[in-house]
Every structure is written in structure tokens, then in C-alpha cells.
């Protein structure tokens, strides 16, 4: 897990140790069920044994504390071989797979992506730290296959992306409790594939 924080200020030198342990309390709240409108900058604190004013030290408003949030359960993406275009989709994906099994992650992730709808800032955050990063990572692979002729060249990387990811994204945000089963990201790849191949004629 990483926790990286965005707030920055004068006087004494920022906590480590202190960050951690109050995104560590709003991830704890979350999992439990509390949801973000009753999730305060008050509450967080004396969660988290600490005065509100060392909260608002670190984050101005609860919006960027969720930020922060957010990167805590973000994983790096997964290395990749490089081999195989299939190989390394399956790979990402399953990574995904992975984080909405993480019971914490679900829950952080069911409750910002409602809040998002409401605060425009967050989402662009979240999308530039989070998202942006994984589908690039998705559109690199892809492009690559089109290069080496594993995928056809008359086709949307964008929407591509968007075949692979979002079966696996609809379970772990939309469907509580759906079937995240092992080789979930195997099914999804090869089913996209099968579609994208190049015909070759006889």
C-alpha cells in the first residue's frame, strides 16, 4: 500500500508517521461502513486520536484528505513481460482483480466513486493519480499488439480499453458481493481478443 500526501505547509516538519495513521482511521471507517457524508474532518480526528487541528494541518478539507485516501490502496501496476499482448492484459487485469477483492479497496472505492459525482475536483485527482495511469499502461499494450499484428489495426485502442476493464470494473464497484473467481481475467482478455484478432484470408 501507498500513502502519499499532497498538503503542504509551514512551520514544523510534517509526520510520517501521523499521515499514515489518519488515512489508516478513514480507510478503518469506511471498511466498517460509514459512509462519506458522515465521515467529518471531526470525526476522523477523534477516530484517530489526534486534534482536528492536526488534521487540518495536513489536508484543508475532507476532499483532499480523500485523495490521499484513494493513492493509500492504489497498488503499482504489475510489471509486465512484454512477450505477449494477452499475457500482459491478463496481467493488469488481474490486478484489478486483486484490489476489489481487498475488502478495504471495494469500500474506498464504492464510496469515493459515489462522492465523485459531486465533487469534480476529486474526480479529477483521482483520474489523473489513479486512472490515467492504468489505462495507459492498457493503451501501450495494445497499441503494441496492433504493431505486431496481434490485434487488427482498424480498431479504437480507447474503446478497447474499455472492453477489457470494464466487465472487471462493473463487478467490483457495481455489484456488491459479485463473483471476482480465479480466471475472471483470463475470460475477459481472451473474450476481447477473440473479437480483435486479425482475419486471416486463405
Known sequence: MRTRTMATGRGRPRSAAADSSI??????LLEEGVTLGELSM?????????????????????DALLVDVVRAVDEPLPPLAGASVRDDLVALLEAMRQGALAKRSSAVLRN???HLQHSPELWRQY?????????????AVLRRGVRTGEIRDDLDVRLLVDLIAGPMLARALLYERAPME???????VDAVLDGVRPVHQD
Open 182 to 188: 480465479d480466471g475472471l481475467a483470463e475470460r475477459i
Open 112 to 114: 469515493v466513486i459515489g
Open 42 to 62: 471531526e470525526r476522523i480526528a477523534r477516530s484517530a486520536g489526534v486534534g482536528k487541528a492536526t488534521v487540518y494541518r495536513r489536508w484543508a478539507n475532507k
Open 127 to 139: 483520474h489523473d493519480t489513479v486512472v490515467r495511469t492504468r489505462r495507459e499502461a492498457m493503451y
Open 23 to 28: 488515512v489508516e482511521t478513514v480507510l478503518r
